[in-house]
C-alpha cells in the first residue's frame, strides 16, 4: 500500500492561500472614523435656524450601529467558516496512505495487496459472475461465483485467488502465480428473473493525496481512479 507524504499535500498549501493573499483596503468603503467626522461636519455646519433634531441624531447613531455590528457579525463567521474547513481538511489529510471504497469498476492492484469489493445482489440469484479486464480491456478471467442472497456481496481478489464472502473459491486464473500489479476493471453481473443485471460494486483504492477547493470540498486522489469527492466514498476501510 503505497503512502503519500502528508507534507506535500496540496491541502496545506490550500490552507495557507489566505494568509498568503490579504484584502486589499477598499477606499470606498465608509468606516467607523469617517462617519463619525462626517456626522460632525453635518452638526457643524448645520442651519442654526432649524438645527438637527435629537431623534434624527440618534437614528444615525442606530444605523451606524447597526451596520457595525452586522459587519462584525459577518467577519466572525467568515472566521468561523475558514476553521471549520481547517479542521475537516487536516482531519481527512490524515486519510493519506488508507484505502477507501468507491463506486467504481477500476481498481489498482499493488504487489501484495489486494481489491476488495462490496456488490449490492439487489435480489436472490442461482449466478453471480464476475469478470477481470486488464487496463488495455482485455478479458483475462472470468468466474461464477455461484448463488447468492439479496445483500451484500464482498469480493477480495490478489491478482491470483478469489475469495467471496469469506470463501475462497477454486478458480483457475489466467495466469501463473496470478496477474502482476496494475490497473484493473472488475464487472459483476447477476441473472436476475432469468435477466443478466449489472451488479453495482464498491472497489477499493489506497488515497494518494487529500485537496481543498475554493469552495472547501474535499476531494480525495485515488489511485488508479483519480480525484473523488469526499462524499462520494463509500466506506472507510
Known amino acids: 500500500?503505497?503512502?503519500?507524504?502528508?507534507?506535500?499535500?496540496?491541502?496545506?498549501?490550500?490552507?495557507?492561500?489566505?494568509?498568503?493573499?490579504?484584502?486589499?483596503?477598499?477606499?470606498?468603503?465608509?468606516?467607523?472614523?469617517?462617519?463619525l467626522k462626517l456626522m460632525i461636519t453635518?452638526?457643524?455646519?448645520?442651519?442654526?435656524?432649524?438645527?438637527?433634531?435629537?431623534?434624527?441624531?440618534?437614528a444615525q447613531l442606530a444605523q451606524f450601529s447597526s451596520v457595525?455590528?452586522?459587519?462584525?457579525?459577518?467577519?466572525?463567521?467568515?472566521?468561523?467558516?475558514?476553521?471549520?474547513?481547517?479542521?475537516?481538511?487536516?482531519?481527512a489529510s490524515s486519510l493519506v496512505?488508507?484505502?477507501?471504497?468507491?463506486?467504481?469498476?477500476?481498481?489498482q492492484l499493488d504487489a501484495g495487496d489486494i481489491v476488495a469489493a462490496s456488490v449490492d445482489v439487489p435480489a436472490s440469484t442461482n449466478s453471480v459472475t464476475v469478470k477481470i479486464y486488464a487496463e488495455s480491456g482485455e478479458l483475462l478471467d472470468q468466474a461464477d461465483l455461484g448463488a447468492q442472497g439479496a445483500g451484500e456481496m464482498v469480493a477480495r481478489w490478489n491478482g491470483e485467488k478469489l475469495e467471496v464472502n469469506g470463501t475462497v473459491l477454486e478458480w483457475n486464473s489466467s495466469t501463473e502465480g496470478g496477474h502482476p500489479p496494475g490497473i484493473y476493471r472488475m464487472e459483476f453481473e447477476a441473472s436476475i428473473d432469468g435477466e443478466p443485471?449489472?451488479?453495482?460494486?464498491?472497489?477499493?483504492?489506497?488515497?494518494?493525496?487529500?485537496?481543498?477547493?475554493?469552495?472547501?470540498?474535499?476531494?480525495?486522489n485515488l489511485a488508479g481512479i483519480g480525484p473523488v469527492k469526499m462524499s462520494e466514498v463509500k466506506q472507510f476501510n
Open 97 to 107: 496512505g488508507r484505502s477507501v471504497a468507491v463506486s467504481s469498476e477500476i481498481a
Open 197 to 220: 443485471t449489472q451488479l453495482n460494486a464498491a472497489l477499493s483504492a489506497n488515497v494518494n493525496s487529500v485537496t481543498v477547493g475554493k469552495d472547501g470540498v474535499l476531494t480525495l
Open 68 to 91: 457595525e455590528a452586522l459587519d462584525s457579525m459577518n467577519n466572525k463567521f467568515d472566521n468561523l467558516t475558514e476553521n471549520f474547513v481547517a479542521n475537516q481538511a487536516l482531519q
Open 42 to 58: 453635518q452638526m457643524e455646519n448645520q442651519d442654526p435656524l432649524s438645527p438637527q433634531e435629537n431623534t434624527e441624531f440618534i
Open 1 to 35: 500500500m503505497s503512502v503519500s507524504s502528508v507534507s506535500n499535500s496540496p491541502v496545506l498549501d490550500e490552507l495557507t492561500i489566505k494568509d498568503k493573499i490579504k484584502d486589499e483596503p477598499k477606499s470606498g468603503e465608509l468606516g467607523q472614523k469617517a462617519f
